[in-house]
């Protein structure tokens, strides 16, 4: 009675293993569903079980043909489980092609021993039955007893052989399940007894089914490498370990493009390709997909032709692709490679580096390959320090400082209007440009106040010097999309104009195209507010980035500022500069060219019917003091 009620406690455990691991592989693509088959062989073997058990304490009593039968079954379900389980971990540590030999051997003896039981029902030599359709003797069960014994064995030998490719823990699971089986089965011959065998089968199920588990916390569930997390981990103990190594962070181009291109699916067959690449190149390193579509391969440390060798290896696979259906996609993968120990040795340091150094590649768009050295370091701290200083010139806002750059009218070359240029002053480190710190303050989230400050001083300045205000059409200042992205900036904006009784006329907003294609709602009210309090809005650098007509034609500009890099595009004597510019004026735009260093340029512009210009040919951006004086003098001129 007890047996019977054990096995049909043990039967509810396995059930809900097996429900829990496949409701778990529902989530993972892929997985190897190795403690379910066990599960449902060890449930096979449990039913069976318990059915035979039913009749032999008379609990229920069976016909004798079938109460033959299902003894029979029962004991030849136990090879079958023994092997099922052995086989499924020998299917891991083995090669495709030992491992169809070893299960094909183990399989035909299993097979052949099955139907030899079957065929004795009628016979009666493996199994003698006593009157009661007990067994009493015959070779059936010691031979099912060594044939258990054998793929035991054989699990045991392959784990040994292959001792150093596994993990500690699974180690001790492979071994401990072999000791527990061989130790039921000599219980089961002694004693005649399978309380043992069910009971050990059933914890050593469990404990399978927890290492699975774990084992998946680490794995990536799209291509079955090793996830970020297991990255943090080897990385954690090469670090105390004072290993060197060289880490290759790689990075698929655009693979949101790729994504939106063969959809979904396509781009999961994308990185899945990439990373059985990876798993079959390169054995000696170890593999991770720590995110999106970010790889890390972790060598030991190379030598500078060996990386270069590895490094042309990747190019030369994902310049020829993967397949994707019928379609040959290939990718572009930019690589950043950072060699440990770094100077300060810390799992957040080598993260940082690397991140860095893809930033750095990303930013270049040159150089798809970069080793983070002393260089880069130097380059990164010049980062840090130009933060910091952004953070304190907020307190101390003198050390912000507007410079002014006129904007002069073709037509007899007089200054018109200015725009406002932002520098930054600091004691060790001197002036600082715009085209340096203006991208790290939008990384920081700290542009907008930048773009605050910058508005308090030239109304200031325009209250300073009324002439100003009578000489100057406006005034204009650089925002970013940022600026008018939070919902009450316009409200803030039109405050400082309205504080420093400054007419909303006098200033202009300078913005690029990318900011025109931002369908960000609050955006498009920002601006609309703006607009209609009287502030003029400029397209700036046009010509740089995709032109998109639509926004010229539909969006409120009031002038197109040319691009430095079109006005100094001498190929084909400035046919670029013509085009634009022949393009605006059909639209009716007005037209600033900018970046006008030469004689021989302001003629061009000229000569294209463009009505203002902004450059060195006529000033450089000035300190405040300086742009009065030179206003002054070109007064007098
Ligand atoms: P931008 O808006 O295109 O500003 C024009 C840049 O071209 C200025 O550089 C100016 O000094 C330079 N420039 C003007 N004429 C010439 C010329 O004839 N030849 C050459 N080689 N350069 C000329 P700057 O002041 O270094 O500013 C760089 C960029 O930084 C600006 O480009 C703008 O995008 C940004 N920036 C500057 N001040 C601010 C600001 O207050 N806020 C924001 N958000 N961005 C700003
Ligand atoms: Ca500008
Ligand atoms: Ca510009």
Redesign the pocket.
Known sequence: MELVMMELFLLIVVVSIAVSQKEASLLVKHQDVEVVSVAIAYIGYLALAVLSHVHIRGLFPFSPAIARLVTILHIVSIPLLIFVWMNSIEKRLLSKRSYSLFSRVQGALLVLFSVASFVDLTFNRLYVFSWEQMIRGGWGIPLMLGLSTFFVFVELGTALVKWKLIEWHERAIMVLTALFLLFSLVLFEVFRQPYMLSLSSAFMLLLSFLSWQRKELLLDWLTRIPNNQAFMKVLNKGISSHQHRTILLLDIENFRLLNERYAEDGGDAILRSFADFLKTTYEQAEIFRIGGNRFILMFPWLTHNELVREVNIIKEKTAKGCTIGETQVSFHVNIAIVEIPLQKNTVDEVVESLSFTMTEIKEKRRQPVIIFNQKLIGVRQRRLDILSILRKALLEQDMIQV?F?PIMDVDGNKPVAA????RLQDERMGII???EF?PLAEQAGL?SM??EI?LQKVCAFLIEHPSIQERLSHVS????AEDLAVGDIACRLLDILSQRGIDAKKIGF?VTESMVLSSDPVVTKSWQALRNMGVRFFL??FGTGYANLDSLVNLPFDVVKID?SVVSNTTNSYELLSLIAGMLERLGKEVIA????TLEQLEMVKSNRISYV????FS??LPPGDFLSWLEASSAD
Do not use: K, W
Request: charged share 25%.
């Open positions: 410079y750059q725009e406002a240029l932002m440009s715009p085209g203006i542009i930048y773009t910058m200042i650089n925002i970013v300078e700036d650098d430095r900018e970046g006008v260093e902004q450059g060195y040919y450089r951006p």
